[in-house]
């Protein structure tokens, strides 16, 4: 079953001499409850689709299904209310707010969106994720691996139907790389969680259920 569809979804940047057709006529199924991997060459487009079927950027043309409503005709006020409720994002840089604690960075998401912190589910990602004996320290007092780890764990406090990742182990050794990605498919398979991520490295992408192949703006690949 599939979660989210782009239909002849494309994503032009500037204009005249420096237009940049981003993304071409992308038809892309994400199915529910897996894990699908983007891979492709550098400037191949792989950030800008997922900034697009994520609601974080505008798409020039076509369509972004998700529970069958196109969400690229919602208002920035709905988007941003949809986005907060039924998507979790990884970056690269981690994006933790750094006068906050570890505690009040992970619930932030739930604050924002005025609900309650379900802290029995809190606390049990804080357990999985080895945070338990962190959350009173602020984020520039962990290691890289301990950031992203929080950073994972903002991104389910608000038990999202879609987790966006953007490179999430880019920056780590290869002993933490694996230990996210376990936490990562973890969600996928405990939590029934969607994992769309983009990745440059194979032992990665070869995890994945499925992984799409970007090359200059079009879809070169899926399997
Ligand atoms: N804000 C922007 N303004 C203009 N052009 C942009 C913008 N963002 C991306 N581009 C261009 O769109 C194309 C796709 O970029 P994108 O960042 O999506 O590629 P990518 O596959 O994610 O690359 P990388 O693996 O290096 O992160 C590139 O030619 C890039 O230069």
Do not use: W
């Not at 076509?62 to 998507?87: A, M």
């Not at 376990?182 to 490295?201: A, G, S």
Request: glycine residues 6%; aromatic residues 6%.
């Amino acid at each position: 079953m599939n979660i989210l569809d782009t239909m002849n979804l494309s994503k032009t940047y500037g204009e005249g001499e420096n237009k940049v057709e981003a993304l071409k006529n992308i038809n892309l199924s994400i199915e529910k409850e897996k894990f699908t991997a983007i891979i492709g060459p550098s400037g191949s487009g792989k950030s800008t689709l997922l900034h697009c079927i994520a609601g974080l950027d505008s798409i020039t043309s076509g369509e972004v299904i998700l529970d069958g409503d196109d969400i690229s005709k919602l208002s920035e006020d709905k988007l941003s209310k949809l986005r907060s409720r039924k998507f979790g994002f990884i970056f690269q840089s981690f994006n933790l707010i750094p006068v906050i604690s570890v505690y009040d960075n992970i619930v932030l998401p739930v604050d924002i969106d005025n609900k309650k912190v379900d802290k029995k589910y809190i606390n049990s990602i804080i357990d999985i994720l080895g945070l338990k004996d962190k959350i009173n320290k602020f984020p520039n007092q962990l290691s890289g691996g301990q950031q992203q780890r929080v950073a994972i764990a903002r991104a389910l406090a608000n038990k999202p139907e879609i987790i966006f990742a953007d490179e999430p182990t880019g920056n780590l050794d290869s002993k933490t790389t694996d230990e996210v990605m376990r936490l990562l498919k973890f969600c996928v398979d405990e939590y029934k969680q969607t994992l769309v991520m983009i990745t440059h490295n194979d032992k990665i992408a070869k995890m994945a259920d499925r992984i799409i192949t970007i090359a200059d703006g079009n879809i070169v690949e899926s399997k």
